[in-house]
Each structure stands twice: as C-alpha cells, then as structure tokens.
C-alpha cells in the first residue's frame, strides 16, 4: 500500500495489518474540521515521502468503535504504531511534527534531527504548510487546534445540565444543528425524529466544550448525538436507530405524552379514547397489581430493562433495598394497553405500593430524593426496615443458606462442603450470597446470634453453620432434620 492513502473500512481491517507488523500512521479526521482537510493533504504527500509505511485514513464519527479504542476525543488525531504496538500520538494540526514521528515510526533518520524538507510535506506546496499553521495560530497553539478535553464538575454544571435535558420533552444533543448537521450519527437521528413526526429541541455540543464532556459523565455515555425523553436518556444514533425500525421508539413518545401529530385523542391525564374493559381483564389486572406488595409494571425485566425510565425505577428499587414483582408490558399488550385505563395513567413504567398506584420514573425518582418514599412504604407495612427483611430472607425458602458466592460457585470451602452435604441428601434449598450484600452479611450475625458463615435455615429458625451441617449429616440426621 505504500504511497497512497488507504480509508480504513473496519476494525478488523486493521487488526489484520497490524499482525503484519509493518508501520502504521492512522490519521483520525473529520469533514466539517478544516484542520483536518488540510493536514489530510499533508499526510497525503507523506505518504509518497514514506512508501515503506501504511497512511490510513479513519472518519473519527463514522468509526467510533476503531475512535474509541485510541482514545480519540478531538481531531485531527494521529496514532503512530509498529509491530503492532502503539509508539505514539499526536493531537492537532503540528505538520511538523507529524513529519518527524512519521520519520521516526519509518526508522530512515536519527530521530535527534529534524525531518528533511520533503519529509515536511513540502510536496504539498506552501499554501498547504500556511493554511495550517494559520489556524493553528487562530486557537492559540500550534500544537492543537482543537480544545482538548476537560473534566466537567461541579453543582452548577450539573444543575445546567439538568436545565438542558429538561428544556423539552424530546431533547437532542447533537454535532451541528437540525439544518446542518456536522456528523453523520446526529444526521440519522434528525431524520429519524423528522419522520416521526416529533416537536424536539438540540442543542449543538461543539459549541461548548465544557457542555459536551460534561454530559459525557452526567450520562454515563461517551459519545454524541444522545436523544432524551422526557428527562431521561433513551441513547444514541444505534439504539434510536433500533428502536424506530422496530416501533418502539413511536411507543416510547406516546407512552409519555408526545405529539406525534397522529391525531390520536388524548384525555387528561394523558389517557387515550377507550371503550373502556371487560370484566375479565379488569380482575386479571385487579390481580396482577396485587401479586407483589411493591409490583412494577415494566419494559422488558430487572435484569434486562428495554427502556431507560423503567431501567431507572429498578435502580432506585434497588437502591433502596426493596424486593419488588414485576411485569413485562412489552410481553402482552392486552395488559399493556388496558392498565393505562384502569391506572388512569398513560405510560410505563408503573409503580403500585400495595395495589395502589404511586407513579412512574419521574415521580418514584423525586419521592427518593425527598425521603417520600421510604415513608410510604413503612405507612403501607412493606418491608424495609433490615429486621424485617432478614425475616423475609430467612423465611424465603424453607431450607434457606446464607453463603458466600452461590452453589455453582462457592466462594469459600465451608460453603463449598455445605452445598455438597445438601446436594447429596437431594435436599432442595434456596440461597443467599452474603459477599453481594454488606447490611444482610452484618445485620444476620446479629439476628441469629451467630458469627460466621455459612449458615442454614429451616422454616426461618436457624439450624447452624458448617460443623452442624456436617455432624448432622454423619449421624443420619441432616435429611429428617430439614423435613420435619
């Protein structure tokens, strides 16, 4: 490939050239960069300088997963590398610099000189060499023309954050603008709102640094465009991709509330036109809402949330220690659409504390923040408090063990020889790892009066640890014991 650039299709493209060991430049770049266009040139003609080295040009937005890999946070962005190896980057328009590491990576000069004049690129013509380092000297430095990444802290920042995702209901941080989009991810997902026919507000993060790496954190999700509802992140360029091939994300607007310029009528409270239920469907929901004390009507499980205002809900569940029911509305739309009727509530997720509707995300999420919650669930008698829950715990299976890590994999020999001694008196029994939890693990040495684990329960009374499980076991009695 020597003396031509190369535009790398693919990671897997260049995981193959690397195992050749042979050199390598990349040169990360981007349309809407002018730095980039011009060091282009430069890394053009340095490709006919250095034919024995591999020039391989990447669109740093086009390919994000090759962009992350190095790091890449800003353009023009080169990355140097030989047998395989990273030697070294270089970040902004520096046509020197590139010159001389392009030089060194080469192996042709002592690396204490300076490159020769065609190795700076001097084939490209002067206006070339000036045009870059003008608008090297327009940011202030000839070493970067981009303003490199910051961390972003701070209340204020947070709270201005907060402010912007909460500006409207469909919000798009994006590169570039509707009218102008300046990469093609944040394109796609224009269009794809446009064709939803959806009101949203965007918000163009090249023009602020310290908005875009700060939303970076805020989000937990390190690349742009990021598409919000209501509030909440839904993702990026993929998953909205994703989720308007496959309905989803129409679903997702009309769950909370935004105009899609269907036509569809909406009462208050955001409830759709219906002829109301059946008798039928009425006590299978009437049903389904009290099968748990706290039961949340959810996309896709806890485990595996399929939206991020249900993913949410489950995290403050979590948080708060609570052990709650669930259901998957994406699994049945008949209770999906008829629960929004009989709740009087219009989207998903749904919170009901003892048959009673609390909310969704956004008010679960502000009951937590003002302690609301908690008091709530001590009003209604669910459990929370910890003497409560081990007694839940401990009476949860008829043969409970306390262990550390779980019976296919315990995590110490004592709950190893217990888990064989059950196991191999066919006993059934369920199981709680005291390693995934700090206030169970301490709190039950307490409530049992016992100081380590294991330890086995039987109808909620303790049995005991690992020299009573076995001594039983020896005398013939463990299985009687556990049956009675």
């Known amino acids: 490939m020597g003396g031509a650039v190369k535009d790398l299709q693919s990671k897997a493209e260049l995981e193959g050239l690397l195992k050749t060991g042979a050199p390598v430049v990349l040169h990360f770049w981007a349309g809407w960069c002018d730095a980039s266009k011009h060091m282009d040139q430069v890394f053009s003609h340095l490709s006919t300088d250095f034919p024995g080295v591999n020039f391989l040009r990447v669109e740093a937005e086009e390919q994000p997963e090759i962009s992350e890999a190095y790091s890449v946070s800003a353009v023009p962005y080169f990355v140097f590398l030989k047998d395989g190896k990273t030697l070294d980057k270089l970040e902004g328009a520096d046509p020197s610099s590139l010159a001389n590491k392009v030089d060194k990576i080469a192996g042709s000069v002592n690396p204490s000189y300076p490159a020769a004049p065609a190795s700076l690129g001097m084939a490209a013509g002067p206006t070339v060499l000036e045009t870059v380092q003008e608008l090297a000297k327009e940011h202030g430095s000839t070493q970067s023309i981009i303003q490199k990444k910051q961390p972003a802290t701070g209340d204020a920042l947070r709270n201005r954050l907060q402010d912007l995702i909460d500006s409207h209901p469909v919000m798009l941080f994006m590169k570039g603008n509707p009218e102008a989009p300046q990469c093609g991810f944040s394109k796609k997902v224009v269009n794809i709102l446009k064709e939803e026919n959806v009101k949203f507000g965007t918000f163009d993060i090249l023009s602020d640094n310290e908005v875009r790496e700060g939303l970076k954190q805020l989000s937990n999700w390190p690349t742009f465009p990021q598409l919000y509802c209501k509030g909440e992140l839904l993702g990026g360029c993929d998953i909205a991709i994703a989720m308007h091939e496959n309905g989803e994300l129409k679903e997702v607007f009309r769950d909370h509330g935004i105009d899609t310029g269907t036509g569809t009528a909406v009462k208050g409270g955001g409830i759709t036109e219906s002829t109301g239920l059946s008798a039928i469907l009425d006590s299978r929901l009437e049903s389904l809402i009290n099968s748990s004390p706290v039961m949340l009507f959810m996309k896709g499980n806890p485990e595996e949330p399929k939206c991020g205002f249900s993913r949410k809900v489950v995290e403050i569940l979590r948080e708060e220690k609570i052990d709650f029911g669930s259901y998957d509305i994406l699994t049945d739309e008949e209770v999906r659409q008829g629960l929004k009727v009989y709740s009087n509530w219009s989207s998903y997720p749904q919170l009901y504390i003892k048959g009673e509707l609390i909310g969704g995300s956004d008010i679960v999420l502000e009951m937590q923040k ?14 929370i408090t ?8 401990v009476s949860s299976s008829p043969v409970m063990l306390f262990m550390k890590g779980n019976p296919d ?11 064989n001694a059950l196991k191999e008196e066919g006993v059934a029994f369920g199981s709680f790892d005291i390693l995934s939890d700090e206030e169970v693990r301490q709190g039950l040495k307490a409530f049992s009066n016992w100081p380590t684990f294991p330890q086995l329960y039987y109808k909620g009374e303790l049995v005991g640890g690992c020299d009573i499980v076995l001594e039983l076991r020896t005398n013939g009695a463990l299985k009687s014991s556990l049956s009675e």
């Open 409 to 419: 994999a315990p995590k110490c020999g004592f709950s190893s020889k217990v888990v």
């Open 370 to 383: 003002s302690g609301e919650l908690k008091k709530v669930l001590s009003e209604k008698g669910v459990i």
């Open 386 to 393: 910890l003497e409560d829950r081990l007694k839940h715990l």
